[in-house]
């Protein structure tokens, strides 16, 4: 069965700091997406990254980074020097072609609380 | 180019009672799908559709149904509402669902 964990139920920092939220996923499929998604205070979902089960490189945008490491079935995320405008609720998805449609599975989330 | 459109925004329900939470697309997307997000359970998936005229259930399909007759509209009708439905509720759409889905800005659904 899928499935997506995010241990850290709640995070909070301080401006600037740097803060990593984990995500650990289960599948038995070789083929799968990874997304994250983002959920300000407004409530909408705004989509971060998608990420394919063959392509481990990891990628940066602005003060985003990704970590993809297939040996622990791991897809953390990074937000690097974090702003106010960074809390939020983040939740890791994973989609499976073979398994309900590719619908998106999500993990429970992480609340990032970040304070001036 | 509208997204993905949900209505109503908000909505109150007695309990027994029915209602259809609407969802439509104007992206002509294939994929798309229903979730209930609670506090603390994240989202979880009630139903799918990978095209016009075909659906399946998703993790928490009980007390909800479906149909697809257009590829345009998903809605989700509650049959006979009870209090643990109250949630806020999205509807998503795909080109393809490993592309990443669109998602409604929500319908938050109080049953009493």
């Known amino acids: 069965a899928q499935k997506v964990t995010q241990a850290q139920t709640e995070i909070s920092v301080v401006e600037k700091e740097d803060v990593t939220l984990d995500c650990v996923y289960e599948?038995?499929?070789?083929?799968?997406?990874l997304f994250w998604y983002k959920q300000p205070p407004s409530g909408e979902l705004v989509f971060l990254i998608r990420?394919?089960?063959?392509?481990?490189q990891n990628e940066i945008s602005g003060r985003y980074s990704w970590n993809f490491q297939k040996s622990t079935s791991s897809f953390n995320f990074t937000i690097t020097a974090s702003q106010v405008v960074d809390s939020a609720v983040y939740f890791c998805?994973?989609?499976?072609?073979?398994?309900?449609?590719?619908?998106?599975?999500f993990g429970k989330g992480t609340t990032l609380s970040v304070s001036s | 180019n509208a997204g993905v459109t949900q209505t109503p925004k908000f909505q109150v329900l007695k309990t027994g009672q029915s209602m259809t939470l609407q969802c439509a697309q104007d992206?002509?997307?294939?994929?798309m799908s229903w979730y209930r997000q609670d506090p603390g359970m994240g989202l979880r998936l009630i139903h799918y559709?990978?095209?016009?005229?075909?659906?399946d259930q998703g993790e928490v399909p009980n007390g909800y149904n479906v149909s697809r007759s257009t590829t345009e509209d998903f809605p989700l009708r509650l049959l006979s509402a009870a209090p643990s439905q109250t949630s806020v509720y999205f509807c998503?759409?795909?080109?393809?669902?490993?592309?990443?889905?669109?998602f409604g800005s929500g319908t938050r659904l109080t049953v009493v």
């Open positions: 990420r394919n089960s063959f392509d481990e």
């Open positions: 599948t038995r499929d070789t083929t799968y997406y």
């Open positions: 998805a994973l989609s499976d072609p073979n398994q309900a449609g590719t619908a998106l599975i």
């Open positions: 998503a759409s795909s080109l393809q669902g490993s592309y990443g889905y669109t």
């Open positions: 559709s990978v095209g016009a005229g075909i659906t």
């Open positions: 992206m002509n997307h294939e994929y």
